[in-house]
T-cell receptor, first 118, second 111 residues
């Protein structure tokens, strides 16, 4: 299957700093990438939908100024957690759907990034 | 808010037993997908169902999509310890193509 690479796999940062997480589709072009957040023993909560060349669409309750999403190319989307606080500590996962495919096309997931803010 | 109701949330069974996980919604989805997630990793796709009433089999796993495309089930026959994991259903919103997840079913199969 297609490969989505997420980097870094884990990161520890100090409170108040910013952290950037990258999501790359390695062998296909992705018009749409999704960013999720997952708390321990819970399911994935959609944070935002990222479309190449346009602004991301954020879910209700997700602060767009805190979670900056950039989808500059068909193979790369980034999520930047700005001014991180301990409550931002979580498992962040991206997924990508291939270019030119309909909504029923499967989405492929990155391996996730565990963010710990101390 | 989860649009998909998944049940049960936790399930602990003995090796060899059968089980069924349900995924229900009041919304109609253009497709529904089942994933399995290991701790610390991203979800891995098991199957995509698109047509109402569709049944797909993957070895000991049987997936069914409801006729109205609002619900789905995953049945595992003769469960094995290797089936242990978090099973997630996800529906693709037919209006905006967003993919949303159910709460997940954490399955433990004891040897």
């Amino acid at each position: 299957g297609a490969v989505v690479s997420q980097h870094p796999s884990w990161v520890i940062c100090k409170s108040g700093t910013s952290v950037k997480i990258e999501c790359r589709s390695l062998d296909f072009q992705a018009t749409t990438m999704f960013w999720y957040r997952q708390f321990p023993k819970q399911s994935l909560m959609l944070m935002a939908t990222s479309n190449e060349g346009s602004k991301a669409t954020y879910e209700q309750g997700v602060e767009k100024d805190k979670f900056l999403i950039n989808h500059a190319s068909l193979t790369l989307s980034t999520l930047t957690v700005t001014s991180a606080h301990p409550e931002d500590s979580s498992f962040y996962i991206c997924s990508a759907r291939a270019l030119g495919q309909g909504p029923n096309t499967e989405a492929f997931f990155g391996q996730g990034t565990r963010l710990t803010v101390v | 808010t989860q649009l998909l109701e998944q049940s049960p949330q936790f399930l602990s069974i003995q090796e060899g037993e059968n089980l069924t996980v349900y995924c229900n919604s009041s919304s109609v989805f253009s497709s529904l997908q089942w994933y399995r997630q290991e701790p610390g990793e991203g979800p891995v796709l098991l199957v995509t169902v698109v047509t109402g009433g569709e049944v797909k089999k993957l070895k000991r796993l049987t997936f069914q999509f409801g006729d109205a495309r609002k619900d789905s089930s995953l049945h595992i026959t003769a469960a094995q310890p290797g089936d242990t994991g978090l099973y997630l259903c996800a529906g693709v919103d037919r209006n905006n193509n967003d993919m949303r997840f159910g709460a997940g079913t954490r399955l433990t199969v004891k040897p």
